[in-house]
């Protein structure tokens, strides 16, 4: 349950008093009224213009800004390979280091402050924007891909083999497990502590106020502000138009409606339309009722799959697949001597650059549902509750499909052809097959809608100047702005244009990923200041 406002208020107040960091700056100064909105001078100003003319050049130039793009995209990840690799480690090791510091018992919000949501939900809501969707297109094509050298091995593994079925588990838990949560650990904790604790703006600008003082209100916040609002915006939307795409396979697969492009735009409005009417009712009549559901929908399709399917094969795979991730998490990490380049670059870079493009949106968000909490509990649970069911999903999921690769049943067993099928054509070899599937799409669409509507309030924040609380008109313009952004380019592009638009959010996550090292450093000052005057 949410608290009431006038405890929020006092818990503000106290917050101020005892703040370590004492800025003359106010939230929301620099703000200017339009049309109902209460918007940030120049950050929401550039980030529009910005977008639109983005989305007019790859309109206009389709494979033109796809080829231009990916030659980006691609030079970032052959020559910057190294970096994105450190950092995810160094990220890891900075959170554990946090958990077992005497850091870890500052609480977000001050000594006083209490969660404004259950455990449960607080649960559902990071786990739904963080890695849902992700985890509905993956859980079946990722380990059945490794297995069968769809596209390259991990570590060169021979494909087909029993060695191939364990590795394949687990480089798919490497790359959804401690190391994505780690990167949007460091970015929650430090955005609710510099906000919470701090009385700063929920924008990524004030996690570098311990370096950049009061110059972070300035033009380099400004910067730092609008790229995270271009990558949240260009992520979010490439995610609502691909998965449009699976979504439509679906629909194909299940009832032979035809994947067309009307198809995929209908799905887009229609999803577009409920994201629009949950975000204005906010995050506990919005964002957390849906991520509940999706939640409570996710469990009973696990649950089919494990009693329907090869049981006693699936809950064996959850410690298999957990060991099998700890005996390769070292090997899979290193990053000096690689030879199996394909899976390396074509996988494991490109998920951390991904993860690091995510990482203003889904840390922010987590940020501002996890008032309350005490740095290690965050830390704990952003680590390790999402790894652990994560291990279930993919040991169920993953597990049943390679069960059926390796027992030449189904379509399958034949590799993967289209990855957008590869959940459906799983469970078409199980009982109640057109049920299941059809509760799978639905799946899909209510995790695209919460991570619109998250992804939603986050953006509102920051082109708001750090407001929580923002006018419902502007909630509506960017919930409304994703759908847009996906529908024009599948309608004037197609897959060039997405896929114009994923290379350039896989872009942002070099450079960003040079801030989140520095967010670390900015967070461990700020820690180190309240720690102090704790004592």
Not at 47 to 70: G, M, N, R, Y
Not at 153 to 160: F, I, R, Y
Not at 421 to 445: C, G, K, R, W
Request: charged share 10%; net charge negative; glycine share 10%.
């Amino acid at each position: 349950m949410s608290k009431n406002k006038e405890d929020t208020d006092k818990d503000k107040e106290l917050v101020v008093e005892k703040s370590v960091y004492r800025s003359d700056h106010v939230i929301g100064e620099n703000n200017v009224e339009i049309m109902g909105m209460d918007l940030h001078n120049p950050v929401f100003f550039f980030s529009s213009t910005l977008i639109v003319v983005f989305v007019l050049l790859t309109l206009l130039f389709p494979e033109l800004a796809k080829q231009s793009f990916d030659a980006s995209k691609s030079w970032s990840i052959d020559h910057f390979d190294w970096l994105f690799i450190v950092s995810g480690n160094l990220f890891v090791l900075f959170c554990l280091a946090l958990v077992v510091s005497p850091f870890g018992k500052i609480r977000l919000g001050g000594t006083e402050a209490k969660p404004d949501f259950s455990k449960l939900s607080w649960f559902s809501m990071l786990f739904s924007a963080g890695m849902g969707i992700g985890l509905m297109f993956w859980s079946v094509a990722e380990p059945v891909g490794y297995f069968t050298n769809w596209y390259g091995t991990p570590l060169n593994t021979v494909a087909g083999t029993p060695e191939a079925a364990k590795m394949a588990m687990a480089a798919t838990m490497y790359h959804w497990g401690l190391h994505p949560w780690a990167i949007y650990a460091v970015v929650g904790l430090s955005l609710a502590f510099f906000t919470f604790n701090c009385n700063m703006p929920l924008t990524i600008r004030s996690s570098f106020y311990p370096l950049l003082g009061e110059r972070v209100w300035g033009w380099p916040g400004n910067v730092i502000d609008i790229t995270a609002v271009l990558a949240t915006i260009f992520g979010l939307a490439t995610s609502l138009g691909f998965g449009a795409q699976q979504a439509a396979g679906g629909l194909s697969f299940l009832f032979d409606i035809p994947n067309t492009i009307n198809t995929q735009i209908a799905i887009i409005f229609g999803v577009t339309m409920v994201a629009i009417f949950s975000v204005t009712r906010g995050l506990d009549g919005g964002v957390k009722l849906l991520s509940n559901i999706n939640m409570s929908l996710a469990v009973v399709l696990m649950l089919f799959v494990i009693i329907t399917g090869s049981t006693v094969v699936i809950i064996n795979g959850v410690g298999t697949t957990l060991l099998a991730y700890a005996e390769n998490i070292i090997p899979l990490s290193n990053w000096i001597g690689r030879e199996d380049e394909t899976f390396y670059h074509g996988w494991t870079v490109f998920y951390w650059a991904w993860w690091v493009s995510w990482s203003p949106f889904v840390g922010m968000f987590i940020a501002r549902i996890s008032r309350g909490r005490t740095v290690r509990e965050f830390i704990l649970a952003v680590l390790f509750v999402p790894t652990l069911l994560t291990s279930v999903w993919m040991a169920t999921f993953g597990g049943m499909g390679l069960e059926q690769v390796q027992n030449g049943v189904g379509q399958l067993a034949q590799g993967i052809g289209d990855s957008s099928l590869a959940l459906f054509q799983m469970l078409e070899n199980l009982p109640l097959s057109n049920v299941t599937s059809f509760l799978a799409i639905v799946l899909v669409l209510i995790f695209f809608v919460t991570s619109s509507d998250s992804g939603s309030l986050v953006i509102d924040s920051i082109t708001a100047g750090g407001k929580v609380d923002v006018p419902v008109p502007q909630r509506i313009f960017w919930a409304a702005i994703e759908g847009v952004i996906a529908a024009a380019l599948l309608f004037g592009g197609g897959k060039d244009a997405l896929g114009a638009l994923q290379a350039a959010a896989i872009t942002v996550g070099l450079p960003f990923t040079v801030l989140l090292i520095v967010m670390c450093f900015g967070l461990f000052l700020g820690l180190k200041r309240e720690y102090k005057k704790l004592s």
